[in-house]
């Protein structure tokens, strides 16, 4: 498995105002996605983090939106711009590591509510 | 895309008693997971099963990847088996985006 954290735990924010979200990983990992959960709601895919170049966005996502970065093997990083009420969500990264059958591991998430 | 229906949404059991949680796919899919997303919100893998069958220890999931679905078993329930349970599905029986069900909501009473 991985130990992944992610920083911050919990903000809230204004509207209008944008907040960088970070995902750290104890070891060298395949894939990172990034991950939305609305209030009460399942999980929607926002993006794949790749490394070294443009993230690839889902169908109703976009960049300027959700600028997302991966400098690296284990760090990568989703901005949230210009918040709405309606982005309050938990924001979620997750991981694939080799070896461990594209199974995907979870970190603890970010609880953002904007106001 | 793919589409993912959970049953039942939401289950009540008694601590100690056994449920069976159902995961259907619209396609067939190389890459199936089953997480348990406890009360404070942390998501947990339970079983990497795009066929056959697997367990550990009071959990056991079995895919039946020709007919499109996945059942996941709980037995001898415990309270800290409450939570949410999630099936997702992806295309890549390696390194896949997912899609997830809607969940199932379990509330196990002492």
């Known amino acids: 498995s991985a130990v992944i954290s992610q920083k911050p735990s919990r903000d809230i924010c204004q509207r209008g105002t944008s907040l960088t979200i970070q995902c750290q990983v104890d070891s060298q990992v395949t894939m990172m996605f990034w991950y939305r959960q609305q209030p009460g709601q399942s999980l929607t895919l926002i993006a794949t983090a790749n490394q070294g170049s443009e993230a690839t966005y889902e169908s109703g996502f976009v960049i300027d939106k959700f600028p997302i970065s991966r400098p690296n093997l284990t760090f990568s990083t989703l901005t949230v711009s210009n918040m709405s009420p309606e982005d309050s969500s938990i924001y979620l990264c997750s991981v694939a590591i080799a070896g461990a059958l594209g199974t995907q591991y979870f970190g603890p998430g970010t609880r953002l509510l904007v106001l | 895309g793919i589409q993912v229906e959970q049953s039942p949404p939401d289950l009540i059991l008694q601590e100690g008693a056994n449920s069976t949680l159902r995961c259907n796919f619209s396609d067939s899919v190389n890459n199936l997971q089953w997480f348990h997303q406890n009360p404070w919100g942390q998501l947990i893998n339970l079983f990497y099963?795009?066929?056959g069958t697997k367990q550990n220890g009071r959990l056991s999931a079995t895919t039946v990847a020709t007919e499109r679905y996945s059942l996941l078993y709980i037995s001898s329930s415990q309270t800290t088996d409450s939570g949410v349970y999630f099936c997702a599905g992806g295309m890549n029986s390696g390194y896949s985006t997912l899609t997830f069900g809607k969940g199932t909501m379990l509330l196990v009473s002492p």
């Open positions: 099963i795009p066929s």
